[in-house]
């Protein structure tokens, strides 16, 4: 189906653009007042929070640990300290809850260079791409570790793009913009989301912790969704949204439950149908089957385009 508009443009003209808008001004005040907390000591003197987002302690009370840095850690025979086993735990506990890769979306620094970076590859019309498998992400998660493992040191994290970045905004960037800008090439030129969709091991890391996360965004009105693909164009990890939007007719209840949905909201920003929205993980029965036996009414889609097989 041949796009006339940008996605989101409808949503924009019949709420406004703030409201078409409000989750991802949301995460990006997220991002940045983290970034802020972080940065407030080494620049102002005022020390909300000392570290950074591997470890650090929040008014010299509060201990958070990067559980997939503890685990690196661990992997390399090093001997943790308590207080970074507790961070850990805390840090653990709370995207085991929320999902994990609400971290992608919501907390890391580099998601600002990628989601840019796919911002310009829109506007600037660039359509070709490498195939690189989302299966690879995981393979790289496997490396950091055995690399853990074999060297006893914390290799990856010499070379981590988020340690990088938020450490050159610290001390100065040096090679470190060297790094950023080869994430935000590849994410431009050479694959859509090719950085945080396919290779980041961090990404990968905190999807395991997402398989059972009790927020969710759910596609409760599906059946009001008139194909325009909008939520599928501007979704990060495209295949998450296919069986809870389409998948009624398999008995697939409206819930994204993929564990790799970065519950960034932008499903929720651009659909003009009001289709998203966020919610728990619960109550995912599938209460508008299209199989044989249904009602007639349920059966029937509210509209049908050319794009729909696109979601199929």
């Known amino acids: 189906m041949k796009r006339r508009q940008r996605p989101g443009a409808q949503a924009v003209a019949e709420r406004g653009w703030l ?4 989750w991802l001004l949301a995460r990006r005040f997220s991002q940045l007042a983290i970034l802020a907390l972080f940065l407030a000591g080494p620049w102002f003197g ?7 987002l591997v470890s650090s302690v929040t008014l010299d009370v509060l201990p958070l640990t990067d559980p ?15 207080a970074a086993v507790t961070g850990a735990l805390i840090v653990l506990a709370f995207y085991l809850l929320v999902s994990g890769r609400t971290y992608c979306a919501w907390v890391c620094p580099v998601n600002i260079v990628t989601d840019s970076a796919h911002w310009l590859r829109e506007r600037l019309n660039i359509t070709g791409a490498s195939r690189l498998s989302r299966n690879t992400r995981y393979w790289l998660l496997g490396a ?16 981590n793009p988020v340690t990088m970045l938020q450490r050159g905004l610290i001390f100065g960037m040096g090679l470190g913009w060297t790094l950023v800008l080869a994430v935000f090439l590849l994410d431009l030129l050479v694959a859509r989301r090719a950085w945080c969709g396919h290779l980041c091991p961090v990404g990968a890391f905190y999807s395991l912790l997402g398989t059972h996360g009790l927020v969710r965004v759910r596609a409760d009105n599906r059946r009001q969704c008139d194909d325009c693909m909008d939520c599928f164009m501007v979704c990060p990890e495209q295949q998450v949204i296919r069986p809870a939007l389409k998948g009624a007719d398999k008995g697939i209840g409206p819930v994204i439950t993929s564990p ?5 909201g932008r499903c929720i ?9 966020f919610g728990g993980r619960f109550n995912n029965r599938c209460t508008d089957s299209t199989q044989p036996g249904a009602p007639a009414d349920a059966r029937a889609p509210a509209n049908h385009s050319p794009g729909m097989e696109v979601l199929r």
């Not at 020390?47 to 950074?52: A, D, L, P, R, T």
């Not at 997939?68 to 308590?82: F, G, K, N």
């Open 19 to 22: 409201s078409a808008h409000k």
């Open 144 to 159: 950091t570790l055995l690399l853990a493992l074999i060297t006893g040191t914390l290799a990856w994290e010499l070379v």
């Open 68 to 82: 997939y840095v503890l685990l690196q850690s661990l992997l390399a025979r090093h001997a943790p300290e308590a």
């Open 46 to 52: 005022i020390w909300i929070v000392k570290g950074n």
């Open 269 to 277: 920003d651009v659909c003009a149908k009001q289709v998203f929205t």
């Open 260 to 264: 790799n949905c970065t519950n960034c």
